[in-house]
């Protein structure tokens, strides 16, 4: 099993580009999530999924949009990147009370 | 709101010193709290956690907390620190509907050798 997998591991964009951050999981899980982690501030929630067809917004999602057409998939869309979201960006999914993580994709805003 | 709060953003150690690291949590319905680890560059890998029963949980790489229930308190503790933990720790605990972590901001430890 690969778990959680994440693309790009690293990316740089201009201001006003747009990109989409990649998460697939290959473990069935129904609960995904996108967290950001900026230095000092922990993990934030920017939204998350409770099973294909179904996403919700979580504490800071402007800026954001996301979709989960497959169980498997949660892509996260930055469609006019800001230097405020310069950050890491972890995927996560959740079986039970167990949590596992994506390697991260860091994100550059120039 | 649930909330948890760390109460060091960056903790210097010696090898073989003791290590507490502070963990508070603030949530009035079931209590699953964790402790992950983030070495550089790298994601985070769960060390333990507590969901019930014995208050003081084991975990790995000789890492235990304590559950306070009184005190609202998770501290993560390790007698004897190693260069190689040098690291960032997240207290974590799940909370409202989302189903999601609430993390704590974190608590870098540099251990010189």
């Known amino acids: 099993n690969a778990g959680v997998t994440q693309t790009p591991k690293f990316r740089i964009l201009k201001i006003g580009q747009s990109m989409t951050l990649q998460c697939t999981q290959d473990?069935?899980?129904?609960?995904m999530y996108w967290y950001r982690q900026d230095p000092g501030m922990g993990l934030k929630l920017i939204y998350y999924?409770?099973?294909?067809?179904?996403?919700d917004k979580g504490e800071v999602p402007n800026g954001y949009n996301v979709s989960r057409s497959t169980t498997e998939d949660f892509p996260l869309r930055l469609e006019l990147a800001a230097p405020s979201q310069t950050s890491v960006y972890f995927c996560?999914?959740?079986?039970?009370?167990?949590?596992?993580f994506g390697q991260g994709t860091r994100l550059t805003v120039v | 709101a649930q909330s948890v709060s760390q109460h060091n953003h960056h903790v210097i150690l010696s090898e073989a010193a003791s290590l507490e690291l502070g963990c508070n949590y603030s949530y009035g319905g079931t209590v699953n709290l964790f402790w992950y680890v983030q070495y550089p560059g790298q994601h985070l890998q769960l060390l333990l956690k507590?969901?019930?029963?014995?208050?003081l949980v084991k975990g790995i790489k000789g890492f235990e907390a304590e559950f306070i229930k009184s005190k609202f308190s998770f501290n993560l503790r390790k007698p004897s620190v190693q260069w190689s933990d040098t690291a960032e720790y997240f207290c974590a605990a799940y909370g409202g509907s989302q189903g999601n972590l609430i993390f704590g901001k974190g608590t870098k430890l540099s251990v010189k050798p």
């Open positions: 996560a999914t959740k079986q039970g009370t167990e949590a596992f």
């Open positions: 507590y969901f019930s029963g014995d208050p």
């Open positions: 473990m069935n899980h129904n609960y």
């Open positions: 999924s409770v099973g294909a067809g179904i996403t």
